[in-house]
Nanobody, 119 residues
Framework: QVQLAESGGGLVQAGGSLRLSCAAS????????TGWFRQAPGRQRELVAR????????YYADSVKGRFTISRDNAKNTVYLQMNSLKPEDTAVYYC????????????WGQGTQVTVSS
């Protein structure tokens, strides 16, 4: 499996911004789907945003629409999640995941990065 590495998490005040990055270890990796998930304590992991390989198709959870933007730079094998207007309820461990298939579970996962939003 391809290894994914997230970075960019941290502590930010409500209303602030962070940009997460997800870098793939294999330069030849061409995931059809890359997604950002998050999991808060005591809650199930949820899909926050997803993007296809070309960047032409994106998906956002209702809770982050208009605040988060997913993008990718295939030359750098990196997917980004720009998070603006952060709220305390955005506090979670954020994971990136990738799949070589259009459907089904994501096969490659990162180790996660903590995002904490203080009120």
């Amino acid at each position: 499996q391809v290894q994914l590495a997230e970075s960019g998490g941290g502590l930010v005040q409500a209303g602030g911004s962070l940009r997460l990055s997800c870098a793939a270890s294999e330069r030849t990796f061409r995931p059809l789907r890359t997604g950002w998930f998050r999991q808060a304590p005591g809650r199930q992991r949820e899909l926050v945003a997803r993007i296809n390989y070309s960047g032409s198709s994106t998906y956002y959870a209702d809770s982050v629409k208009g605040r988060f933007t997913i993008s990718r730079d295939n030359a750098k094998n990196t997917v980004y999640l720009q998070m603006n207007s952060l709220k305390p309820e955005d506090t979670a461990v954020y994971y990136c995941a990738a799949s070589s298939d259009y459907y089904g579970p994501f096969g490659s996962w990162g180790q996660g990065t903590q995002v904490t939003v203080s009120s």
